[in-house]
Nanobody, 120 residues
Framework: QVLVVESGGGLVQPGGSLKLSCAAFRSIFNIDVMAWYPQAPGKERESVAVITRDGSTRYAGSVKGRFTISRDNDKKTVYLQMNSLKPEDTAVYYC??????????????WGQGTQVTVSS
């Protein structure tokens, strides 16, 4: 069951910008960590941006200064503003949301991903 939905991917030229969004369903509450994980063909899925409930953020070195993660707790949504995009940023971007589900407890939830392609 998919409880997290990403949007905002697309094709952009090198140096361009995109903003990704990820919304969690109402059935996930007390959301703790929200993060973005790109996965390029033939590579593992690795976190590039993480944000905690109190707004603390961490970035991978490859995106520091170019990407900004933010969240709206009332909307249960996390965003990824991507600037100065490079061809090597091309990947399917997955959102991960860690939160509580009634009767289940703490759970890590993945979306189905949104494709980001950086090409001229």
């Amino acid at each position: 069951q998919v409880l997290v939905v990403e949007s905002g991917g697309g094709l952009v030229q090198p140096g361009g910008s995109l903003k990704l969004s990820c919304a969690a369903f109402r059935s996930i509450f007390n959301i703790d960590v929200m993060a973005w994980y790109p996965q390029a063909p033939g590579k593992e899925r690795e976190s590039v941006a993480v944000i905690t409930r109190d707004g603390s953020t961490r970035y991978a070195g490859s995106v520091k200064g170019r990407f900004t993660i933010s969240r709206d707790n009332d909307k249960k949504t996390v965003y990824l503003q991507m600037n100065s995009l490079k061809p090597e940023d091309t990947a399917v971007y997955y959102c991960n949301v860690v939160g509580l589900r009634a009767g289940i407890g703490l759970q890590s939830n993945w979306g189905q991903g949104t494709q980001v392609t950086v090409s001229s």
